[in-house]
């Protein structure tokens, strides 16, 4: 049997033309993916990483090492690369599931380099801060590091990376510095492999390309004002399980926010805040019936919205759907509704959920 809850829809076709469309457009520039806190909240690792090789990614970023080793069980033949670096006493672990860390620091190197039998085998990547102030090699660092050199030469395969602050703005002269920067580093560690971008730096110009690009949110669908070809991904459906009436000079939800100002029919569908669907969505948010708007009434509560239904009271019953956003409202105008981006619209999404893997 089915049961009466909110749905989440992920398109993996659209997961695949959105990497494919991102792989022509860089050319031979290297598309890794960056499928962080479970393919940013869409889950179904097996699935959307399987679309993404199926598309031809060899390369996969997560935060941590957790991660990491979930994806390992999954999958034994990509890269698996852990943002967050190696901590003390995780060496063995990240031999153990060949995962490989980003190295952003020192320490790491050291450590890291240190443990590394054949390091003729072995991939190295380094992250360098170019303006962040979050992860990567600092400029005394780099120094230090440099005097390394010949470590880092054992090594097949090098990779230099860094993070844009503001490629999300493309006005911003920020990403012009911190293209300088990276390109200064690249002139000092010469002859290896480089990485600058995520979605956004993709859409900023070949000169931000380098070997490798590593988008995340375009993947999945969101940022489409990075490029109108970026294709919607998900959407989320929700069934009406009450339906009431509110007569003039009453009050609906918690703390008497709204009052009908005429006699009117209510709706209510089965998920709030504890869904990731804020307070500030009270009084302000809609759904969708069909094409037809209909506006949240009153605060939100932990597992309920009521809606305005006056509108289509002849046609819409219980067990009807109605949209919170899909193609056409997307995850980016669902972001500026509820004053968020939508990177949080969908990793905030609720495990109450059902999800559908298209
Ligand atoms: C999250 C992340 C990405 C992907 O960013 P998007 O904006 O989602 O494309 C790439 N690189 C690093 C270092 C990241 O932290």
Not at 65 to 80: A, C, T, V, Y
Not at 163 to 189: E, P
Not at 232 to 254: D, F, H, M, W
Request: hydrophobic share 35%.
């Amino acid at each position: 049997m089915k049961y009466s809850i909110p749905e989440i829809n992920i398109d993996l076709k659209s997961i695949k033309k959105n990497y494919t469309f991102i792989n022509k457009f860089c050319g031979k520039t290297e598309v890794a993916s960056s499928v962080k806190a479970s393919s940013y909240g869409l889950g179904g690792q097996k699935k959307i990483i399987q679309s993404l090789i199926s598309a031809g990614c060899k390369n996969f970023f997560v935060a941590q090492l957790s991660e990491g080793i979930i994806l390992r069980r999954l999958f034994k033949n990509i890269h698996i690369n852990i943002l967050n670096g190696v901590l003390k006493n995780e060496e063995k672990i990240f031999i153990k599931y060949k995962l490989t860390p980003v190295i952003n620091d020192y320490s790491q190197f050291i450590r890291w380099t240190g443990c590394l039998k054949n390091k003729k085998k072995e991939r190295l990547i380094i992250h360098f801060d170019t303006g962040m102030c979050r992860l990567g090699f600092q400029e005394d660092d780099t120094i230090k590091l440099y005097k390394k050199i010949n470590i880092i030469k054992k090594f097949n395969y090098v990779l230099i990376m860094s993070h844009l602050a503001s490629s999300s703005n493309k006005n911003d002269k920020y990403n012009i510095i911190q293209l300088n920067r990276f390109k200064k580093i690249k002139k000092i560690f010469s002859g290896f492999k480089y990485s600058l971008s995520a979605s956004g730096g993709i859409f900023l110009g070949k000169k931000y390309h380098f070997d490798m690009v590593r988008p995340g949110i375009n993947l999945y669908g969101g940022c489409q004002h990075f490029n109108k070809k970026i294709k919607n991904v998900v959407s989320v459906r929700c069934p009406i399980i009450a339906i009431n009436q509110l007569y003039k000079g009453e009050t609906c939800g918690y703390n008497r926010t709204f009052r009908a100002k005429k006699n009117m029919h209510t709706a209510t569908i089965p998920m709030g805040y504890a869904d990731g669907f804020g307070l500030r969505l009270s009084n302000k948010g809609f759904v969708f019936y069909g094409n037809t708007k209909l506006k949240m009434l009153g605060r939100i509560s932990m597992d309920l919205i009521i809606i305005d239904i006056s509108k289509v009271k002849n046609k819409i019953k219980l067990g009807d759907f109605v949209e919170l956003y899909n193609k056409k409202f997307t995850i980016d105008k669902f972001a500026d509704l509820t004053g968020t981006i939508p990177y949080r619209v969908i990793t905030c999404i609720s495990d109450r959920f059902s999800k559908n893997y298209l």
